[in-house]
């Protein structure tokens, strides 16, 4: 199995940029597609972004444009550069490893195996 854990977090302002990271460990990094996940209190883990063992990226629509996912599998690493970000950004944002090679990237939370556990960000007013 892989183990995950996000950074990058943090406190910013409307239109401010972040960049988290997603550190893997254990097996094979590129043997997995890599998604970003959101989850706001009192509601559903949201989907963000994925991203396949080659490269391909894909995004939720309210991210289009102002997300961007890649990975660099030699340090094991998939980053998610934030730029544009809004109040409504604001959630704590899990990265997650699906080992299905698919047709379509998987974009619901149950199509992923392994989780981080977090990182908080806040977009203020």
């Known amino acids: 199995q892989v183990q995950l854990v996000e950074s990058g977090g943090g406190l910013v302002q409307t239109g401010a940029s972040l960049r988290l990271s997603c550190a893997a460990s254990?097996?094979?990094?590129?043997?997995?597609?890599i998604g970003w996940f959101r989850r706001v209190p009192g509601k559903e883990r949201e989907f963000v972004a994925t991203i396949s063992r080659s490269g391909r990226p894909y995004y939720a629509d309210f991210v289009k444009g102002r997300f961007t996912i890649s990975r660099d599998n030699a340090k094991n690493t998939v980053y998610l550069q934030m730029n544009s970000l809004k109040p409504e950004d604001t959630a704590v944002y899990y990265c997650a490893a699906d080992p299905v090679r698919r047709i379509f990237l998987g974009t619901a939370a149950n199509q992923y195996d392994y989780w981080g556990q977090g990182t908080q960000v806040t977009v203020s007013s």
């Open positions: 254990g097996r094979t990094f590129s043997d997995y597609a």
